[in-house]
């Protein structure tokens, strides 16, 4: 009987589809420290710790290529000035701490966003970072920093514009697939699954054009508290889904 079961449950295992590309929107952090008494910055440090699990498990256990992270928006600016400033300061001290280790794991790890006005001297961290990983073959963790979808797309629009102007490319060149190249994105595929904590049904401005056809899951688990039973539950719902693509 034993056997049975086991056999049940591998076979459950491998009909399960696995999403190749998952994007998280990691909202809560400051929610989670408010509601145990701490400083904003504590929710912060543990959404650091958060997400070093979350990839760790989805490289090591789950064989994700793809993980794309909201870690900063254009519109976060907006924030109080200290936050802001500690935030930077905590995505440059969580790299140097913990590089040596992702590389050592084979993860590849790059930086979107617009890097141009980001403090100095964190653009050259992220660039070292990357050109440090961008030989591994383990998951691709891809943080949006600084990133705005509807400022990738401004972008992308004007660039094809200039094309056409100086005539490199005709009108009619001007395709869907075009476009994609052009986006920050270019070389990533579009996400099977958008994961967003913390109980919010938007998607703030975040990877638009790449989520045309993307999975939604919400989950009023704050991000500090997502784990990976979370994460194997958004993964259970998706497979229950009949993707479509706009059909």
């Given at each position: 009987?034993?056997?049975?079961?086991?056999?049940?449950?591998?076979?459950?295992?491998?009909?399960?589809?696995?999403?190749?590309?998952?994007?998280?929107?990691?909202?809560?952090?400051?929610?989670?420290?408010?509601?145990?008494?701490?400083?904003?910055?504590?929710?912060?440090?543990?959404?650091?710790?958060?997400?070093?699990?979350?990839?760790?498990?989805?490289?090591?256990?789950?064989?994700?290529?793809?993980?794309?992270?909201?870690?900063?928006?254009?519109?976060?600016?907006?924030?109080?000035?200290?936050?802001?400033?500690?935030?930077?300061?905590?995505?440059?001290?969580?790299?140097?701490?913990?590089?040596?280790?992702?590389?050592?794991?084979?993860?590849?790890?790059?930086?979107?966003?617009?890097?141009?006005?980001?403090?100095?001297?964190?653009?050259?961290?992220?660039?070292d970072a990357m050109?440090?990983?961008?030989?591994?073959?383990?998951?691709?963790?891809?943080?949006?920093?600084?990133?705005?979808?509807?400022?990738e797309i401004t972008?992308?629009?004007?660039?094809?514009?200039?094309?056409?102007?100086?005539?490199?490319?005709?009108?009619?060149?001007?395709?869907?697939?075009?476009?994609?190249?052009?986006?920050?994105?270019?070389?990533?595929?579009?996400?099977?699954?958008?994961?967003?904590?913390?109980?919010?049904?938007?998607i703030s401005n975040?990877?638009?054009?790449?989520?045309?056809?993307?999975?939604?899951?919400?989950?009023?688990?704050?991000?500090?508290?997502?784990?990976?039973?979370?994460?194997?539950?958004?993964?259970?719902?998706?497979?229950?889904?009949?993707?479509?693509?706009?059909?």
């Amino acid at each position: 009987m034993k056997d049975l079961l086991q056999k049940s449950k591998d076979t459950e295992s491998e009909r399960r589809v696995m999403p190749a590309h998952i994007a998280i929107i990691m909202d809560g952090n400051r929610r989670w420290a408010k509601n145990k008494n701490l400083p904003t910055m504590f929710g912060h440090k543990e959404g650091v710790q958060a997400l070093k699990k979350i990839t760790r498990y989805a490289n090591d256990y789950l064989g994700i290529k793809y993980l794309t992270v909201y870690a900063f928006s254009t519109e976060n600016w907006n924030r109080k000035k200290d936050e802001v400033d500690f935030l930077m300061f905590l995505v440059q001290e969580a790299l140097q701490k913990e590089i040596d280790e992702m590389h050592k794991e084979n993860v590849r790890i790059r930086f979107i966003g617009f890097f141009d006005e980001l403090p100095l001297p964190l653009p050259k961290v992220l660039h070292d970072a990357m050109e440090r990983t961008k030989n591994n073959t383990g998951i691709n963790l891809n943080v949006a920093l600084n990133y705005g979808s509807r400022a990738e797309i401004t972008d992308a629009v004007k660039e094809i514009t200039k094309k056409v102007t100086e005539n490199e490319i005709k009108i009619d060149d001007i395709t869907p697939e075009l476009i994609s190249k052009t986006l920050l994105t270019k070389d990533i595929p579009d996400p099977d699954l958008l994961i967003r904590t913390g109980g919010e049904m938007r998607i703030s401005n975040y990877l638009l054009w790449q989520c045309a056809y993307t999975e939604f899951y919400s989950t009023d688990t704050l991000w500090p508290a997502f784990d990976s039973n979370e994460l194997e539950k958004a993964i259970d719902e998706f497979n229950k889904r009949q993707r479509r693509f706009g059909v």
